[in-house]
Structure formats: structure tokens, C-alpha cells
């Protein structure tokens, strides 16, 4: 088969066999047009108001998933804000702003550094030999056995 410079074969055409098929099984008809778009969002803390509304998730600190880690930030903020709010015991507006402003302030430097560096996963030399360890859930990330999955 011919190779075409610069398509998804040709880009994957270093990848074992069992990551590369999925992408020789789409083919040109099976790709997706427009193509998905992804967005990098970053904050600093205080360029969020701190109230009695907050985010978490996507909303704060949406990124590119070349790093596999927007949804465990999203998690995270989430069990990090129930955490707060089951400690609050108070109806105090301004307890209640500083509660969630210092899970704001952590959630959105957590959440910033991530897209940042998921917006750059793919570029040198941060990709291939050079990259940077992952940390999912505070651990390094690791190969599983094999498991076959039937569909
Ligand atoms: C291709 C791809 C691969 C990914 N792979 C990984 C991965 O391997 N690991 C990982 O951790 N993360 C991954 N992610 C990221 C992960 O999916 C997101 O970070 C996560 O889903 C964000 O969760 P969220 O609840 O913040 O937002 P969302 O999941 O986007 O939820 C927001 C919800 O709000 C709804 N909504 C929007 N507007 C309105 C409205 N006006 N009214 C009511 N509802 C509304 C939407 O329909 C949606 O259901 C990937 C993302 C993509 C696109």
C-alpha cells in the first residue's frame, strides 16, 4: 500500500500493529469532518470571581486529551468540592466564598497547569523519548497486562 506523507497511516506507520489497525480499519470515509476540535483553556486564580458559584471540570480548565487527563481532573475538582461543601456549616456568605474560593484557587492551578501541558503533548520534545512522566491520581503511569476485549 502506498503511504501517503502527513496522513493518519503515515503517522502511526511506527506504532506496533494492534494501535495502528484501528486507524488502517477507518480509512478515508471513516474519518470525521469537520475534524474535533479541541480547546486550552487556562486561568490564573484570580481572573475568577470568588462567590457563592463555581465551576469544575471542562468549564474551568478544558484541554486537549493527548494527555488522558481532563476527565480526572474533572473527578478531582468534583470529590475536592464536595469535600468543601460538606464542611461548611454555616449559611455566611463570606465563609461560604472562602471556602469555595480556596477550592477555587487550588482546582484552577491544578486544572491550568494540566491544559497546558495537554495542549503541548504532542510537540518535541515533549512527546516520544523526552516526554514527561504522566501522573494520574498522583501515580506514574503504567503498562496493564494484556486483557482481550470482545465488542
Ligand atoms: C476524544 C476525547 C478523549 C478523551 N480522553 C480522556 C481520557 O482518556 N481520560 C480523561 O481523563 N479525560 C479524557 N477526555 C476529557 C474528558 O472527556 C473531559 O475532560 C470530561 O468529560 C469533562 O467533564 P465535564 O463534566 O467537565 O464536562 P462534559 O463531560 O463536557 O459535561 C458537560 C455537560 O453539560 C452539557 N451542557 C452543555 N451546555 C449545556 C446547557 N446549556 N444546559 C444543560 N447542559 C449543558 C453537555 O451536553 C455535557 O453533557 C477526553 C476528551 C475527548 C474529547
Known sequence: MK???GTAIDKTKHL????RS??????????????IHFWTLTMDPEMLPKSRITLLGDAAHCMPSFRGE???HALLDALKLGKALARLRTNDTQVIKKVLGDYQ???IERGSKASAWSSIA???PWSGANAGPSIVWGL??????EEKVTL
Request: glycine share 12%; net charge negative.
Open 3 to 5: 503511504v501517503i506523507p
Open 16 to 19: 506496533p500493529p494492534k494501535l
Open 22 to 35: 484501528i486507524v488502517e480499519k477507518t480509512g478515508p470515509q471513516g474519518m470525521k469532518h469537520p475534524p
Open 70 to 72: 481532563g476527565g480526572f
Open 105 to 107: 484557587d487550588e482546582m
Open 122 to 124: 504532542l510537540d518535541e
Open 140 to 145: 506514574p503511569v503504567v503498562h496493564l497486562p
